[in-house]
Each structure stands twice: as C-alpha cells, then as structure tokens.
C-alpha cells in the first residue's frame, strides 16, 4: 500500500492511499467521514482492483479549504494523479452525490457507479425536527452536537453493532472540519443530479441497508427509477455506515458489479 499527498485547487492537500492492482476503483466517503470508513473493504478490493481511498477536503488527513472549491474537481485531480483514464466510483452519502455529479459532468472518467445510501443533488428532504437540527448545528460549526445528531441519526444500530469502534471516533474527530469543507463547497444550484440521471450511461448499483434513514430509501428508489439500467440493493444489518456494519455482503456486491 502506498499513501500520496495529493495538490489541489487553492493549495490544499488531499491524502490518499492506493493498493493492489487491476481495474481501478476509487472510494468516496460521506460527510462527517474519512478514508477509514473503507477499512474493512478495502484490503479485499485491493486483492482484485487497483482500489484508492482518500480524505475529502477538510476530512481527516486532508487539508481544510482555503477558498471555494468543487468536490468533484478534487476527485479529477485523484483520478489524474493516479494516472487512472477511468475508473469505477463508489461512494456513500455526500460521496455518491459527488460520484453522480462527476459522472455527468466527466463521463468518459468513469467506468461504474455503486451508490451506497447515497445523497443527491437536488432532492428535497422533508423537513423535521431532526433534519432542522441538524443543518442548525452546521450552520452554527457547532462539532459537538454534530457528532451527536450523526450518531444518533445515521449510526441507529448503536454501539452494539458491527464498526462502532470506528464511527465514533471517526465522527467525533471530523465534526468540526466537515462544517467547515461544506460551507467552502462551491455548488451550482442551476445543475442539479436528480433532472439529469437519464443522462448517466455507465453500469449503476444502488445500495442501501435496510436500517437507514427512511428518505435514504426514497432517493434510492428516484436512483433506480432514473438511471437507465440502474439496480436496487438492500442490504440486511446496516445503518448508514454500511461498509462498516455489513462490509462482507458489500464486498460481495462490488466485486460482483465494479470493474
């Protein structure tokens, strides 16, 4: 395995780590996340892909924006520092919203998409008490009860269940610094995923454990209904940090769906 800093607009540093070889795969992580949201798939992937995970800006080992800055555009710079002409993407929450908008906007970089309990532009969650909360902490970059609403929201099998171990302090460590990368996110309303997904032309999966948050399924569904070809998997077991509730039947999935 090897680990890259990776130069990115306005200065910043993007953290990344490679390992293995064959078609080349890249994992995105979701809000509140880093790169270990991938630890107990990524060794398995590497043994049939050239599999690279990395820290989104202002997550884990990442720099923190300086200045506006595009997700996707980070994501180009991955995929061209790797030298990878295409890849397959696979990215959960905030990270299948950013793999669904690279998609449209750079079509020929990629290969396949799994979308895990993923995120899309456009889509309009109901309002409710805890969804308020929630955009209320971030509004406010208050990293304590961030934490607390993303454990509480996204992580409902609790403490008990598989991975906990490495959400919390994921979590905890990353509260403050996703506040900060999501108010420097430059986003372009005008352009929005959820009108365009006919467009996508690659090999789609859309996965969502069957203990996520509800609307989490509404999206999938819109997922499926939308993208040509697009198929459903639910998974039994897992919250929204499926990779590390249920990362057997995930890897199951993406060796069986990426390439």
Avoid: C, Q
């Amino acid at each position: 395995m090897e680990t890259e800093l990776i130069t990115v607009g306005g200065g910043g540093r993007i953290w990344a780590e490679e390992a293995g070889d064959g078609p080349p795969l890249v994992l995105l992580h979701g809000s509140v996340h880093d790169s270990r949201l991938w630890d107990r798939v990524f060794a398995g992937l590497a043994r049939h892909h050239t599999v690279v995970r990395y820290d989104a800006r202002g997550h884990g080992r990442s720099t923190p924006p300086t200045a506006p800055f595009r997700y996707e555009d980070d994501l180009l710079a991955v995929l061209d520092r790797f030298g990878f002409r295409d890849a397959g993407l696979v990215g959960l929450s905030m990270g299948g919203e950013v793999a669904l908008d690279f998609t449209l906007e750079h079509p020929e970089r990629v290969r396949s998409l799994t979308l895990i309990a993923a995120s899309a532009g456009g889509h309009e969650w109901p309002r409710s008490p805890e969804t308020n909360a929630y955009a209320a902490a971030y509004r406010a970059s208050d990293a304590r009860r961030i934490a607390e609403l993303e454990l509480t929201l996204w992580a409902g099998l609790g403490d008990r269940a598989p991975g906990f171990e490495v959400i919390e302090p994921m979590v905890r460590e990353n509260a403050e610094a996703a506040a900060a990368a999501e108010k420097g996110h430059a986003l372009d309303p005008a352009e929005v995923a959820v009108e365009r997904l006919d467009r996508i032309g690659v090999p789609t999966t859309v996965v969502v454990g069957d203990h996520d948050h509800p609307e989490i399924g509404v999206i999938a569904g819109r997922l499926v209904d939308g993208i040509p070809g697009a198929r459903l998997e639910l998974v039994a077991g897992a919250d929204h940090y499926l990779p590390l509730r249920a990362p057997g039947r995930l890897l199951e999935l993406l060796l069986g769906s990426a390439s």
